[in-house]
């Protein structure tokens, strides 16, 4: 089993950032990609940015790209969402995933979610 925990949620003004982090443990062995999604209410989960564990290749949402950047640290087993301008679209719950395959949409380990929320 993997285990993924989020954590670096908060309130930020129109224009500032926030970094999340997303701790794996377990058998991360078994795991090719990370990513994040998001779910504002009322709206469908969406997907935000993925990472390659291994050679780092990334992918990252129309909405998102030039203000969001995803990185890894294989040491420590972590991801990171590093956002910058944010925007109140931007509030959401964000989860981090991990997948077994190699694909950027289809995960197999959630975690809880934490809470990003941008005022105007």
């Known amino acids: 089993q993997v285990q993924v925990v989020e954590s670096g949620g908060g309130l930020v003004q129109a224009g500032g950032s926030l970094r999340l982090s997303c701790a794996a443990s377990?058998?991360?062995?078994?795991?090719?990609?990370m990513g994040w999604f998001r779910q504002a209410p009322g709206k469908e989960r969406e997907f935000v940015a993925a990472?390659?564990?291994?050679?780092?290749?990334?992918y990252y949402a129309d909405s998102v790209k030039g203000r969001f950047t995803i990185s890894r640290d294989n040491a420590k087993n972590t991801v990171y969402l590093q956002m910058n301008s944010l925007k109140p679209e931007d509030t959401a719950v964000y989860y981090c995933?991990?997948?077994?395959?190699?694909?950027?949409?289809?995960?197999?380990?959630w975690g809880q979610g934490t809470q990003v929320t941008v005022s105007s």
């Open positions: 990472i390659s564990w291994r050679d780092s290749s990334t």
């Open positions: 995933a991990a997948s077994r395959g190699t694909g950027w949409l289809d995960y197999d380990y």
């Open positions: 377990g058998r991360t062995f078994r795991v090719y990609t």
